[in-house]
């Protein structure tokens, strides 16, 4: 389970996402998050990373109008970059010391 502010989710894996092509979706009403399994784990990654801050969304109350697709894009590959390359630090937040 995802844990999205006070809400769980559920990451499923799935072949299909729809008919329009999408790569992910995250539903805030059942509590699900799919990801389509595409070639790349990378591109599954930022996908994921991608819904997760739709998800933040949602729990700041939608504050995002129009252009949340690209600001999830954005913030997803941001985040995505932040993660591979602070492990030291993202440990000393999770585990409370830095390595
Ligand atoms: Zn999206």
Partial sequence: MIAIGGRKYRLSFVEK?????DWG????ENRTILIKRIGNEEEQKRT???EVVH???SELGGVVEGNEELI???L???LYLFIKKNGAEIDWI????IG
């Avoid at 996402?17 to 092509?21: F, R």
């Avoid at 979706?25 to 805030?28: H, M």
């Avoid at 999770?94 to 010391?97: E, I, V």
């Fill in 17 to 21: 996402i729809g008919d329009n092509g």
């Fill in 25 to 28: 979706k995250i539903s805030i």
């Fill in 48 to 50: 994921f990373l991608h």
């Fill in 55 to 57: 998800g933040f969304f």
């Fill in 72 to 74: 999830c894009d954005g």
């Fill in 76 to 78: 997803a590959n941001q």
């Fill in 94 to 97: 999770r585990k409370g010391a």
